[in-house]
Each structure stands twice: as structure tokens, then as C-alpha cells.
């Protein structure tokens, strides 16, 4: 039997129940890996804050190293540098000599202001107030720090969107941060309080970190303990 161009173009068309079935079928595949494919964009933007994080960490070991133990200012109000103006020097390069900008986490808000000459990177990122100490003779050593591998030395901060979405350069929030005789125990949890120069909770509720050690983790917002932010309590 010979298929006439009307017969077969009615073999090849979809009838409208088919298609409504199709679409239905699209519609519940997407519905299922779009959360998948959210998880693991998220997973990607973790990792390569926690990539930033590290790199942080190597270049701040290295600071100390050539800086008799001490950690660069988080703040230099005579320059009016970051402590990325002090990191520069042993940070990677990218192909055209300059240095890589590891300062920003992909899961922030966009910055919407561009650096300025003199500070040339918008950060992410807010330095321990008193490991980067605006005054030498305030800064404590990396040798003194008791709790190394839990004392948070660099961490995601909370954006002003007041201002540009910047991050405060000092992680000096709560007050008591530098306080010699902090009223509080070792193991209670901080204010989750999310202002300007406190720790931001960027990561689904949890503050992304770098601590002294050099290791990286994220804390869930409400465990952040006071042993994680005094260097020299041991009590």
C-alpha cells in the first residue's frame, strides 16, 4: 500500500491529547531537576568561596612568616588600605600580572560600586579586629593564639546596602570582641545580630570561614561561640 503525502504527514502529527502529555511530562522533569541543578550551582558557589577562603589563608601564613608572626592590619587608617593592599604581594597572578580578585564570594549580593584607585578590590570578606590590629603593638602574634584551628581569622560579612553592598573591612562586631575580660563563657553562642561589621550568613544560615589553622568551614548562625572569636581567652 502506497502512503499518500496526506496520510503521511496524519501518521506523523501529534495529536493534542499526545502533546498535552508531553508537555506535562517536561513540566514534571523540570520541576524535579531544577532543585537539583539549584543544589548543586549553590554547591559549586561554596566551594569556590571556600577556594578564596584558602587562598586567603596561604597568603596570610606567608605575611606572618616574613612579619616576625604577626598578621597584616585589617584596617590601615594612615594609608587607608585594606589588608588587601598588604596580602598583594603573595597573592596569584592571573595572565595579565594581576592579582586575582578572591576577595569577593560568589554567594554574596553583587557589589554595585567599582573599587576605587586606591583600594582596588570590593571584599567579601572581614578580618578579626584584633588579629589585624590597627596598631602593632595591639596585634597579637600567630603563636599566641590559643585556639588556632577555631579562632575565625577571616569570614564572610554582613553587605550595607547602604552602601554599595560593601563589606566592612573589620570584623569588630559584637563590642566585646577585643574586651580582655569578656564577660561571657568560652561555649556560649554570640548575637546573631546581621549589621554592619558582624559575621555574615551568606551560606544558607551559616558564616563561611577561615580560621587561624588555615582550615576553612561554615558555622551555622546561632553556633558561633565566643571561643571562636577570642584568640586569648583560655577560659
Request: hydrophobic share 40%.
Amino acid at each position: 500500500m502506497v502512503l499518500t503525502n496526506q496520510n503521511f504527514r496524519k501518521k506523523l502529527a501529534f495529536s493534542l491529547i499526545e502533546l498535552l502529555i508531553l508537555t506535562a511530562i517536561i513540566g514534571i522533569l523540570a520541576a524535579l531537576l531544577f532543585p537539583a541543578a539549584q543544589s548543586v550551582l549553590h554547591q559549586a558557589k561554596v566551594a569556590k568561596c571556600f577556594s578564596n577562603l584558602r587562598q586567603i589563608g596561604l597568603a596570610m601564613r606567608a605575611y606572618a612568616e616574613d612579619k616576625d608572626g604577626y598578621f597584616p592590619p585589617a584596617w590601615d587608617p594612615v594609608i587607608q588600605r585594606t589588608y588587601t593592599t598588604f596580602l598583594e604581594p603573595y597573592m596569584q597572578l592571573d595572565s595579565t600580572g594581576k592579582t586575582l580578585n578572591v576577595y569577593l564570594s560568589p554567594l554574596s549580593q553583587p557589589v554595585t560600586k567599582d573599587p576605587s584607585p586606591w583600594e582596588p578590590f570590593n571584599i567579601s570578606y572581614c578580618m578579626h579586629n584584633l588579629l589585624g590590629a590597627e596598631n602593632l603593638n595591639d596585634r597579637p602574634k600567630v603563636m599566641s593564639v590559643l585556639r588556632p584551628a577555631e579562632t575565625i581569622l577571616v569570614c564572610t560579612g554582613v553587605q550595607d546596602p547602604s552602601n554599595y553592598m560593601r563589606v566592612e573591612a573589620t570584623l569588630h562586631k559584637p563590642d566585646e570582641l577585643n574586651w580582655a575580660a569578656c564577660p561571657f563563657s568560652l561555649d556560649d553562642a554570640i548575637p546573631t545580630t546581621e549589621t554592619f561589621g558582624w559575621p555574615g550568613y551568606i551560606n544558607k544560615g551559616s558564616v563561611n570561614c577561615l580560621f587561624v589553622a588555615g582550615n576553612v568551614g561554615s558555622i551555622k548562625k546561632g553556633e558561633v561561640k565566643w571561643r571562636n572569636l577570642l584568640p586569648l581567652r583560655d577560659n
